[in-house]
Every structure is written in structure tokens, then in C-alpha cells.
């Protein structure tokens, strides 16, 4: 998942279509833009500091990871929708794949790939705040034109609606001591749980999809200090009951060489791991 246009920048956009429109006074016209633009440098706030909470992981079996915060922070390269240490996991390729990003159609159906349909398990025992199932799963963005058309096309309309549309599907879910697990791009029809509901950690809660902001079926989790991901900042965390499998990569996913290094309970992009 990536955000590229947050709150503010949908109300600067929405305010010059506004004033384009209606005639306003001109000091109108000229200081709101000016002051939603100004809310562009206002940024969540950093949470490095704050020591990473350890969580179930939200998947079993054997899996891969991608946009880490094992590799980076932040991990998609952004802080908006509370991502800063968000991770994506989805099941290995085949050592025969295709090459991920590639020319020609490149738009699958979902069920092509292994990810889809796996359980989502809580990672903790919560509350369900939010909660949203209705999107469809799209077809895949495998290829150099489908990836512009969804960076270009999807991705401004997406954008335009804010985060239910850049998550998907999804979960937001009250874990207490003022941290919420969001779960993205989840299957339509797969939510097991609504708002109110309570959840107990390893409860299967949804399963993988393709909505939302995503190239194809995955898992995208994080941890965050607020219900709603446009006002909150990213909470780091580990997975305890995973093992990283030394020297098993799938490079399929990397443009860089995979980094050796073991961080236990937390896989850098493109380690393979195995969660009990």
C-alpha cells in the first residue's frame, strides 16, 4: 500500500475546484488553498523512539516479506495512513515465476495467486472499530502499463477518496494501551468480524485479498496510535513466533540484493519466514 496524497492535499485540491467555481472574495480565494497547503508540512509524529511492541503475526505458514521496516523506515517510503512500520507479506514465488514486473497485459485474476484466500489471524485480543468489506478484488498490475494505469488512474482516484479506498477492504482493531492493528486489501465477503466485535489473538478475522491500492494479493499490516489511519503515526512491533530461514530469499520481489542480516521477529524485504 502507498499514499501519495494525504488529507490535506484532497482539501487544497477540493478548494480550487471550490473557488474556480464560485466567485469568492479574493482574500478567500487565495489564504484557505494557502492554509491547507500549509497543513502539507504537518507530518505524524515519529515513533523510532517507542520500543516495538511484540504481536502474534497475523499469518501461518510459510511467507515472504516486502516493504519491511526491517529495511527501511519508513517502510513504503511514507508516513501518511499511520504506515511508517507497516510491512507486506505474501507467499513465496515459485523459483519458475515470471518475472514480477514485466511487459504485455500483466492483469491476472486474483485466485492465480497462492496468497489469495489465506487466513488473517488477529494479532492480538481487541475490539473491532472499523471495518469495511465491499470492494472487489481487482485483477493484477504485473506489467509496465498496468503498473502506470493503476499508479496513474487507480491511484489518483483512490487518493481522491482517501484511505478506505487506499486500504481496500480492511480491519481496524483496538489492541489497547492506545495501539490499533489496520489489515488492508483484504477479499470482499471475507470479513468474519464487525465494529464491537471481539477478537482474541490467532482468530481467523479475514482472509488475503486484492483491494484497494495493491499490485496483487497480500497482506498489508500495521500498528498505529490512532483509530484512524489519515491522523495516525506507525507503531513498530515483532512477530516473536516467527522463524527467518537463513539463506532463503525469493528475489522475485527485491532490486537489490537481500540483506544477510537476521532481525528476529522481523523480516527484511525478501526473507522467507515460516510463522507458528
Known sequence: MAARMTSWLRLFAASLVFFAVVDAPRVLEMALPAAFFALGWI???RTEDLGPRPVEPPIRG???ALNSPATKVPSHGIRAYGQAFAIDVLRPRPPDAPARI?????MRRPDRFPSFGAPVLAVADGTVVRASGRQRDHRSRESWPALVYMLIVEGAARELGGAPFVLGNHLVVDHGDGVYAAYAHLRRGSLLVGEGDRVTAGQHIAD???TGNSTEPHLHVQLMDRPSPTAAAGVPFRWP???IIPGEVDRSYQRRPVDPTVEPGLPANGQVFTAR
Open 102 to 106: 514485466r511487459w504485455g497485459v500483466g
Open 62 to 64: 510459510r511467507w515472504t
Open 208 to 210: 488475503v485479498g486484492n
Open 43 to 45: 507530518r505524524p509524529r
Open 241 to 243: 513466533a516467527i522463524e
